[in-house]
């Protein structure tokens, strides 16, 4: 449908004139028509007027900025609804294992970080994924990340995982005689030494050890992290798990008026990501915050408290209702008791906060859809929109669940861009197949309650490969997986735009481009909705605008 008239708040005859107009452009509005219209004009950081060009240019004087799209196509500003947005500040402070594909190429980065790095201090690498990236397929040792950086302690965090050499082993105080922390292991070697490899709660006992951030580094690296998200067109995020820290420079950045990137902040009360801490504890941390979820402003706002419940599909330790098929009787890694997890979602939901937990494997959905059903027992959570943060093995009959308590689901078809294969050796192809149901989760919960992130940096942050990942199916090799769970190209856009607003209760004042929202959007190199399906991954981003600022513009 096209916009055949002009949309305003009121009409440049009575004398609004904008602050910018944008012209000659193939606008998908993404309301709840799917109109289209060629010209915007924006003032005070909101759409005024959307419609035709003709009409759009009367908002303009002599202090308006014309800009031209020339022809090519503009969407709302894109919503990732699950990404760990800190991590992308972190490109020169943290050692890159981008394009690394043996254990030797790895160890050459960290020696390479080690040598420009004082003896003594700590090397710190980026998040990445050695099991699906190494020809080896499995993780780097102690005794490998030692022959690298024997004079530096060491940690490389995986997401779930974190690998250590024996000085930050040491200082950490784990040898073969260090017992297991609840919910958490350190893996050891056939000798029973540990051997690097620390899992869930085990990753504190080194993470803990790191020095932290100065305020003024962390506020340049946040910064530096917004930028790159608005270089793939994305203007807000559901930041997956903000400490204290992290949470109050969000707070300095927007107060400076420095942001380019709206923030709804998944709050991680102790840094971690389950809740490790004594129910008095949290219960009294809550009760004396004087806030609640869903509290803040355009810019910085909390959407829940995060908790977790498993690890990964593609860590082999998603937990599963069947065993693993390599492994009778092995059904995955729970990092809380269904009784405690019950118990802390009482609590949030007592004080007023919204729950997001982290679920990966069919069991694990079971586990959080239980103690979201007792919690709305208490008091209602049905309007809500408690979440199931990732939910990629989740079964339809536990979708049917989720809609009675009105309950979002947030998935990300990245993982299977390059992480497929190591899904299907661990799972089997079959479940591979059903992994990110996308299909089945619109058609049971509806479009409006389901999200897609990237659950940046496990996963590319471009959201054109999810959205191509989402429409085909195939994975970076070409390879499908489970091709009837494929959606449409125009859902796979709005699971960025209107349907992802819904999830920070925004859809009021993002995820469309309609007069009186926040003037937020992207202009793009290709149409996402009528370009070759192939080239729907290739998809750039030209220009980037956030609180009708220009924050992000394609060079050369």
Request: charged share 25%.
């Amino acid at each position: 449908m096209r916009a055949s008239d002009v949309k305003a708040a009121t009409s440049a005859g009575h004398g609004l004139f904008a602050d910018s107009i944008v012209v000659n452009a193939a606008i998908r509005t993404m309301d709840a028509t799917s109109s289209t219209t060629d010209a915007v004009a924006i003032r005070d950081g909101r759409f005024v007027a959307v419609g035709r060009e003709a009409d759009i240019r009367q908002y303009a004087d002599v202090r308006t900025a014309i800009i031209d799209a020339g022809g090519r196509t503009v969407v709302p500003g894109l919503i990732d609804t699950h990404a760990h947005v800190e991590a992308a500040g972190l490109f020169n402070y943290t050692v890159s294992f981008d394009g690394v594909s043996t254990i030797a190429q790895a160890q050459a980065r960290v020696r390479a970080m080690a040598e420009k790095t004082p003896r003594g201090e700590w090397i710190r690498g980026r998040i990445w994924h050695p099991i699906a990236q190494l020809k080896e397929r499995r993780f780097i040792n102690r005794f490998e990340l030692d022959a690298a950086a024997p004079d530096h302690p060491v940690c490389l965090p995986v997401g779930h995982f974190t690998l250590a050499n024996s000085l930050a082993l040491k200082m950490a105080g784990i040898d073969r005689n260090t017992p297991n922390p609840e919910g958490g292991e350190i893996h050891r070697d056939a000798t029973g030494e540990p051997s690097g490899v620390l899992e869930e709660n085990a990753e504190d006992l080194v993470q803990d050890l790191l020095p932290p951030w100065s305020q003024d580094t962390r506020i340049r690296q946040i910064r530096d992290a917004m930028a790159y998200f608005n270089s793939f067109g994305v203007t807000s995020a559901i930041s997956a798990r903000v400490d204290p820290f992290d949470l109050q420079v969000h707070q300095i950045i927007a107060r400076r008026h420095e942001a380019s990137l709206r923030i709804s902040a998944m709050y991680a009360p102790t840094g971690g990501l389950n809740p490790t801490m004594p129910e008095s504890e949290f219960e009294a941390l809550l009760s004396r915050m004087g806030i609640s979820s869903d509290f803040g402003d355009d810019w910085l706002s909390l959407s829940g408290v995060k908790m977790q419940v498993d690890g990964g599909m593609t860590l082999r330790t998603a937990d599963m209702r069947e065993s693993y098929p390599d492994e009778p009787g092995y059904h995955g890694t729970v990092v809380v008791s269904p009784e405690r997890l019950t118990r802390f979602v009482s609590i949030a939901n007592r004080y007023g906060w919204r729950v997001g937990i982290h679920a990966v494997g069919d069991a694990a959905v079971d586990k959080v859809l239980d103690a979201y059903e007792s919690a709305d027992r208490e008091r209602s959570i049905r309007d809500r929109r408690f979440v199931v943060i990732h939910g990629s093995l989740m079964q339809p009959d536990q979708m049917t669940r989720a809609r009675a308590l009105g309950v979002r689901v947030d998935t990300q078809s990245a993982f299977l861009w390059d992480k497929a294969a190591t899904i299907a050796r661990y799972i089997g192809k079959e479940n591979a197949d059903r992994a990110i149901p996308l299909r089945w989760m619109i058609d049971h919960l509806g479009l409006d309650a389901v999200g897609q992130g990237t659950d940046y940096p496990i996963n590319p942050l471009n959201p054109f490969i999810n959205m191509y990942v989402a429409v085909t199916r195939k994975d970076a090799g070409g390879t499908v997986y489970g091709h009837e769970q494929a959606v449409s190209r125009e859902e796979a856009l709005r699971l960025y735009t209107s349907a992802a607003s819904r999830y920070a209760f925004a859809e009021h004042k993002l995820g469309s481009i309609e007069v009186g929202k926040l003037a937020d959007l992207a202009i793009l190199s290709d149409d996402p909705i009528t370009a070759d399906v192939e080239a729907l991954k290739s998809i750039t981003v030209l220009k980037t605008m956030v609180d009708g600022r220009i924050v992000y513009e394609r060079q050369g």
